[in-house]
């Protein structure tokens, strides 16, 4: 069984940093890009940063600069570190695994809140 655990969100500050986990289980985490979309109310989900098995990322222009996306593939899980933060980047955030072959492949993490409020 696969599974995706989202873990990490919270309620933070404008400025202030998070760093979530997504912990696998059930797939070949080598196989697999990995990455993170987030949604926020009333809008379509986005993503956010994506790292290949080979370490290519990806980001979306909003967090360039702000967010860093990294792998441990001895732990199959993938991070994503949340610097400077905005009310803006207030969403439920969802990791995602895509195979790097097979692009069908495609799990969902649970998605985990992250609130930016003053």
């Known amino acids: 069984q696969v599974q995706l655990v989202g873990s990490g969100g919270g309620l933070v500050q404008p400025g202030g940093s998070l760093r979530l986990s997504c912990e696998t289980s059930g797939i070949i985490f080598s196989f697999y890009t990995m990455a993170w979309h987030r949604q926020a109310p009333g809008k379509q989900r986005e993503l956010v940063a994506s790292?290949?098995?080979?370490?290519?990322?990806i980001f979306a222009d909003s967090v360039k600069g702000r967010f860093t996306i990294s792998r441990d593939n001895s732990k199959n899980t993938v991070y994503l570190q949340m610097n400077s933060l905005r009310l803006e980047d207030t969403a439920v955030y969802y990791c995602?695994?895509?195979?790097?072959?097979?692009?069908?492949?495609?799990?969902w993490g649970q998605g985990t809140q992250v609130t930016v409020s003053s």
């Open positions: 790292i290949t098995s080979g370490g290519a990322i």
């Open positions: 995602n695994a895509e195979h790097k072959f097979y692009s069908q492949l495609i799990y």
